[in-house]
């Protein structure tokens, strides 16, 4: 017999269990949210030349081999922030490259981001233009690294543009970046969500039941 302040074995049961399930679909909508990640790497595009007006700001813009664009060359990995990322410059191995170059990468998004956080390091200096927002502007003269820079506010759904201007004051080189960008959770449920919730309705009832007060009669 229960008494007064106990439960009985169906809500020990039946209540983590409804917890269980809240957590699976608090877990599903997250997982429903994805994410994008964009890096440095070997298909951005890269000159050592000083670009004409709009190398920052249009997506669409003249890069090719003619108007004096290569592929960016890939001069290591290094760790950013856990995570291994492909080390760029416009050429050489590390050493030996034009002190001044410009990247470009064109990404796209295919629905309404709602957080961008970006990770560089760059040796030495960079500005960095998200869709021709300028989002850092490193003229420190040192080898440095940042970390989530919240560049979310300038992502749209689409065609994005990364351009970044960097510069070497001496020594090494190479810049390397990622951009985390979380999409905002579908609307839409899908199949296991649907269950989790029949489950949760199912559920609930008999916990509530159970869960209720009990009068000792003596
Ligand atoms: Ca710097
Ligand atoms: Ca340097």
């Known amino acids: 017999m229960n008494g007064i302040g106990e439960t009985c074995l169906c809500h020990r049961v039946f209540a983590p269990l409804a917890t269980w399930v809240m957590c699976v679909l608090v877990s599903l909508s997250a997982m429903s949210a994805g994410a994008a990640v964009v890096e440095t790497n070997s298909t951005w595009r890269a000159t050592q030349f ?3 007006a709009g190398w920052n700001v249009d997506v669409v813009f003249d890069t090719s081999s003619a108007a004096g664009w290569n592929d960016a060359v890939e001069l290591s990995s290094a760790v950013l922030d856990g995570n291994l990322v492909p080390v760029i410059w416009q050429s050489g191995t590390g050493h030996g490259g034009p002190a001044q170059v410009w990247l470009r990468h064109v990404f796209t998004l295919p629905s309404d981001p709602f957080s961008g956080l970006l990770d560089l390091s760059v040796d030495d200096d ?3 233009y998200i869709n021709g927002h300028l989002v850092l502007d490193d003229q420190s003269g040192n080898n440095e690294t940042f970390l989530n820079l919240d560049v979310g506010a300038f992502l749209v759904a689409g065609s994005n543009l990364i351009a970044i201007a960097a510069q070497d004051s001496g ?7 990622r951009l985390e960008v979380g999409r905002r959770a579908v609307s839409e449920p899908n199949s296991l969500s649907l269950l ?12 509530r039941l159970n869960s209720a007060p009990r009068i000792l009669r003596l």
């Open 50 to 52: 000083a670009p004409l």
């Open 126 to 128: 960079a500005q960095v």
């Open 171 to 177: 020594g090494g080189q190479g810049i390397f970046a």
């Open 196 to 207: 989790a919730v029949a489950m949760l309705l199912l559920l609930w009832p008999l916990v």
